[in-house]
């Protein structure tokens, strides 16, 4: 057996929770990288089980089983652990405590909690597990085909109801599924005497109306409030399930309750399997309708009251873990953390490039080549201007003015004084194969003419302007050139 309080791989053993017969539950935390920490439970196998071969199988059938069922009812697997000769099941921690418990505070020795327990609290407890081993039942494989998943162990051990209020199904370790390792022999009988079928003790074909028996013995006592099956021992035990005809619920018990729920908790003992309820899916639909289930926070405030103690003291040893295990990172952690704020830092320091644009992103015939010479043209209109204008800057500076209001926009500029729009380009040459001709070149006006400016095509090679927010704005003259 693992010693509490021990690490193993990146999980912390920080006390027991429970002792069945092959295996140990603990208390346990997953830790990882930057201070990640998961409270979780952890079960061990006991160290002459250990070494078994057959009960290795069935531990692993077990996590494989409960790894595949998705299901807010039932306990999930989380991860498998090999520590020495052992194998560790990582589950689901869930607070509470086990069915069991809850029933053995509230019904012996006379408890003042006795009626704490309301016909719909059971209720809503029976049908969560209904729910939880319905989802097992239609449990496939990954190619669609059916497991034929039976619990075979449906108890009130087996039962577990949290402080959330919802009651869950777990320990499938002797559940029969067509895809385990470990393959029950002719006539060998696993689970509790007391809560199987006649067909399960005599060690015959068992199937989902198995469990559903079960659960109709668990109900049978949550409502009589006292043991269904009361023999001692194995022989009088199976003596007893076998010849005993079972009487409803109601008839010991001093708070009465209708026939139709004794209607639901007998079809659920029928002897035969085919007189019981068709799945357990049904049984709970039929169980909601004459006993509607209690609010979760119902259940919940039971379970607290209940398990206070043993919440509490759970509580004080988790504290207690994070305060020992809050040492410093490790080297690793250290520079993969200074990686990550390096790159962070990085791309905040870097240039903000808006791609916003007030009008419509709309093809525009030869937009493509007008992006594409965006570079040579802003060579060519500094030559031209004498480097009058600055265009379309990546350094993430915000422009200091807004575009100007009339037509035609120009590019904005990064460095323009804010009181004075640019002054107007001169007159460019089409781009082509030839150099274009310089500003000295054009010939003077004739004397005594008027001025008159040549009209020139709009020059879209930056179809677009930039304002001081970093919004595009594509001028009219150039979205359908």
Not at 221 to 226: F, S, T, Y
Not at 329 to 336: G, K, L, N, R
Request: net charge neutral.
């Amino acid at each position: 057996m693992i010693a509490a309080e021990q690490r193993v791989d990146r999980y912390e053993l920080i006390g027991e929770l429970a002792t069945g017969g092959m295996a140990t539950v603990y208390l346990g935390r997953q830790h990882g990288p930057f201070g990640f920490a998961r409270t979780v439970a952890i079960k061990s196998m006991h160290p002459q089980y250990a070494k078994d071969e057959g009960f290795r199988a069935m531990f692993l059938d077990e996590a494989t089983l409960t790894s595949r069922i998705r299901h807010p009812n039932v306990v999930p697997t989380l991860d498998i652990v090999c520590a020495e000769a052992n194998v560790l099941l990582v589950m689901e921690y869930i607070e509470g405590i086990s069915l069991a418990t809850l029933l053995r505070r509230a019904f012996t020795g006379g408890s003042p909690k006795r009626s704490a327990i309301s016909h719909a609290i059971v209720s809503a407890i029976i049908c969560d597990t209904l729910h939880g081993l319905h989802a097992a039942h239609e449990l496939r494989d990954d190619n669609g085909a059916p497991l034929h998943v039976v619990h075979r162990d449906v108890s009130p051990q087996n039962i577990h109801v949290g402080s959330d209020g919802l009651g869950r199904v777990l320990d499938f370790g002797v559940a029969k599924a067509a895809s385990r390792r470990y393959v029950t022999q002719s006539g060998e009988v696993k689970g509790k005497l007391a809560y199987m079928s006649k067909e399960q003790i005599c060690g015959e074909e068992v199937d989902h109306r198995s469990d559903v028996y079960a659960v109709g013995v668990v109900l049978w006592e949550m409502l009589a409030r006292r043991r269904l099956v009361t023999a001692q021992n194995e022989g009088a035990i199976i003596k007893q399930v076998l010849d005993t005809k079972v009487e409803p619920p109601s008839l010991f018990t001093d708070e009465p309750f209708g026939p139709a729920l004794d209607a639901v908790v007998m079809k659920a003992l029928a002897a035969e399997k085919e007189d019981r309820w068709s799945s357990a899916a049904e049984m709970a639909t039929a169980l909601a309708e004459v006993m509607p289930p209690a609010p979760r926070h119902v259940v919940a405030a039971l379970v607290r009251d209940f398990a206070a103690e043993e919440i509490e003291s759970r509580q004080t040893r988790l504290r207690q873990s994070r305060t020992s295990f809050a040492g410093e990172s490790s080297p690793a952690e250290v520079s993969a953390l200074a990686e990550i704020l390096t790159v962070h830092a990085t791309i905040t320091a870097g240039p903000t490039v808006s791609n916003r644009s007030i009008v419509p992103e709309t093809p525009a015939r030869g937009r493509g080549r007008s992006i594409a010479l965006v570079a040579g043209g802003a060579v060519l209109v500094l030559g031209l201007v004498g480097g009058a204008f600055v265009i379309g800057s990546r350094s993430g500076r915000t422009a200091p003015s807004a575009p100007p209001p009339e037509p035609p926009p120009a590019v904005t500029s990064a460095a323009a004084p804010p009181s004075a729009p640019p002054p107007e380009p001169e007159p460019e040459p089409e781009p082509g194969p030839e150099p274009p001709p310089s500003a000295s070149a054009r010939p003077p006006a004739k004397p005594g003419a008027p001025k008159i400016k040549p009209t020139k095509k709009p020059d879209c090679r930056v179809p677009y302007t930039i304002d001081a927010n970093g919004d595009r704005h594509y001028r009219s003259e150039c979205v359908n050139d």
